[in-house]
């Protein structure tokens, strides 16, 4: 079986509508579940104190933002070697929900950071890196937006998504080879020094799968949608040639 | 509810915005993802019976 039947959209949508009931009840379930056990159900830590419930959300969504652009990646990629539209309507159809998680990254860190660093925001490497790819989701979907022809579009936006992904892995791995900055280090680690106590690590690992079910039911949906306007486009392209 | 002591504010208001803003993205998608589908099947109605005709 290969993969790049899926290529075809009529056989994708069919995937896409076997996978996405699952998708969506899981999705549902791994959040719900995830937020409500570390939200009521996890103490407070002995130096944040209730601010460490904000990790449940801010590390999913920042997990995404920073996901959701290497899937965008891989899918530009193909796009560009193999010109399969469903590629470039995939990484389309991401760009959104990439955007949306970055925005709350972005918004929950500068919450949490106010009581924990005395600052909203501080000009370090990860958290710079991580505004630049939210700078880089604006002109990525701006881009789709400005340019009329879909395939030209979807060529300029790949390039720019190759150049957005320096950015895309500089906020995973600044804190790394940056020795410098606000931003602590990974918050799960397979390293059992480094990882955070089991007491927050499982439902944060759930409200993760949660949030990453949720962003597999969005783009396949949305890519989808992305799929029915191209289709719709084209008929009523034969339909004025007709008339 | 649990007891959020002094930063209740900053832990309620990171929820608050992120539900919100989720809550945003799915109700776009799915409001678009409708118009698309409703819009592909009249222009596929309209092929077909300009196909007749």
Redesign the interface.
């Known amino acids: 079986m290969s993969l790049w039947k899926y290529a075809n959209p009529v056989k994708f949508l069919a995937l896409s509508a076997r996978v996405q009931p699952f998708a969506w009840a899981a999705a549902a379930l791994g959040i719900l579940i995830g ?1 409500g056990w570390g ?2 159900g996890t103490p ?1 830590d002995f130096r944040q ?3 460490i ?2 990790i449940y ?2 590390v999913p ?1 920042a997990w995404i933002a920073i996901n959701a652009w290497i899937m965008m990646l891989i899918a530009s990629l193909i796009w560009l070697v193999r010109r399969h539209h469903v590629s470039a309507l995939a990484a389309k159809a991401a760009a ?2 990439g955007l ?1 998680m970055t ?2 990254g972005l ?2 860190g500068a ?2 950071g ?2 924990m660093w005395g600052t909203w925001w501080a000009w370090d490497p990860r958290l710079t890196s991580f505004l630049i790819l939210f700078l880089f989701y604006l002109g990525y979907i701006a881009l789709w937006e400005a340019v009329e022809d879909p395939d030209t579009a979807a060529d300029l936006t790949s390039v720019l998504c190759l150049v957005g992904s320096v950015f895309a892995l500089m906020s995973r791995y600044a804190v790394l080879f940056w020795s410098q900055g606000l931003h602590q280090g990974a918050t799960l680690s397979l390293d059992k020094e480094e990882n955070i106590s089991d007491v927050f690590w499982q439902p944060l690992v759930l409200s993760i799968a949660g949030f990453t079910l ?1 962003f597999l039911a ?1 783009v396949l ?2 890519t ?3 799929i ?2 191209r ?2 486009r084209a ?2 392209v ?2 004025d040639k ?2 | 509810m ?7 504010t ?2 309620l ?3 608050g ?2 539900l919100l ?2 809550l ?3 109700v ?3 409001r ?2 409708a118009k ?2 409703a ?2 099947r009249q ?2 109605q ?2 077909a019976r ?1 196909g007749k005709n």
């Open positions: 937020l939200f009521f407070d104190g209730s601010t419930k904000i959300i801010h969504a959104p929900v949306v925005v709350i918004v929950t919450v949490w106010q009581p949720l969005l949906y949305r989808g949608t992305e029915a306007l289709r719709t008929l009523n034969r339909l007709a008339v | 649990p007891e959020l002591g002094k930063y209740a900053e832990v208001s990171a929820y915005i992120t803003l989720m945003a993205l799915l776009q998608t799915l678009r993802g698309a589908r819009a592909l222009a596929e309209e092929t300009h």
